[in-house]
């Protein structure tokens, strides 16, 4: 049985920082891409940013880029989300997911295993 559990959401004033972290078992961690999406309310689920395998190969969503970074230990089965300099449009529920493409998706419908997700507010 795969889960995926994310950790480290919360409430942060604008311009603070934040870092989630997303713990997997059940699966061949090494062999996913992992990647992380968010939820604002009202809104549809998008994506934010993925890591290939390794983690040599990262993408970001332009309105994230340079802000946020993603990090993986394969060691260890996590995948992090350090989020720098926040902004009231960052608050969303963020999940971590895991794909078994071979290259790096930044497309919903390819992540098979999700987790329940984390509360991120930013205040303004």
């Known amino acids: 049985q795969v889960q995926l559990v994310e950790s480290g959401g919360g409430l942060v004033q604008t311009g603070g920082s934040l870092r989630l972290s997303c713990a997997a078992s059940?699966?061949?961690?090494?062999?996913?891409?992992m990647g992380w999406f968010r939820q604002a309310p009202g809104k549809e689920r998008e994506f934010v940013a993925a890591s290939s395998w390794s983690g040599r190969n990262t993408y970001y969503a332009d309105s994230v880029k340079g802000r946020f970074t993603i990090s993986r230990d394969n060691a260890k089965n996590t995948v992090a989300l350090q989020m720098n300099s926040l902004k009231p449009e960052d608050t969303a529920v963020y999940y971590c997911a895991a794909s078994p493409r071979v290259a790096v998706t930044t497309t919903m419908g390819n992540y098979d295993y999700w987790g329940q997700g984390t509360q991120v507010t930013v205040s303004s």
């Open positions: 059940g699966l061949t961690f090494r062999n996913h891409v």
